[in-house]
Nanobody, 115 residues
Framework: QVPLVESGGDLVQAGGSLRLSCAAA????????VGWDRQAPGNQRELVAT???????NYADSVKGRFIISRDNAKNTVYLQMNSLTPEDTGLYYC?????????WGKGTPVTVSS
């Protein structure tokens, strides 16, 4: 198990911004792909964004142009900057680390966007 601790979730009005952070208790390797998933009430967990060690990013279509994922390997931290939030972005946001084909998740941080 890889300890991942998310933070930064909050209640925000539509159009607002939030920055999520994910702190890993171990060193994030350049070979690790890290990212964020989310799960809205009653829905399945879905990918939000990922970033590889070389900086290649991948975003869900629903967040492209609004969310930015970044990583700071020196601080063992992954970030998700979320802008222009909508109520559809409401959910529990999980940090994910993929190492050698195995996925690890944190416990999540809640994001609620009010209209």
């Amino acid at each position: 198990q890889v300890p991942l601790v998310e933070s930064g979730g909050d209640l925000v009005q539509a159009g607002g911004s939030l920055r999520l952070s994910c702190a890993a208790a171990i060193r994030i390797l350049s070979s690790d792909t890290v990212g964020w998933d989310r799960q809205a009430p009653g829905n399945q967990r879905e990918l939000v964004a990922t970033i590889t060690g070389s900086g290649d990013t991948n975003y869900a279509d629903s967040v492209k142009g609004r969310f930015i994922i970044s990583r700071d390997n020196a601080k063992n931290t992954v970030y998700l900057q979320m802008n222009s939030l909508t109520p559809e972005d409401t959910g529990l946001y999980y940090c994910r680390m993929s190492r050698y084909g195995i996925d690890f998740w944190g416990k999540g941080t809640p994001v609620t966007v009010s209209s």
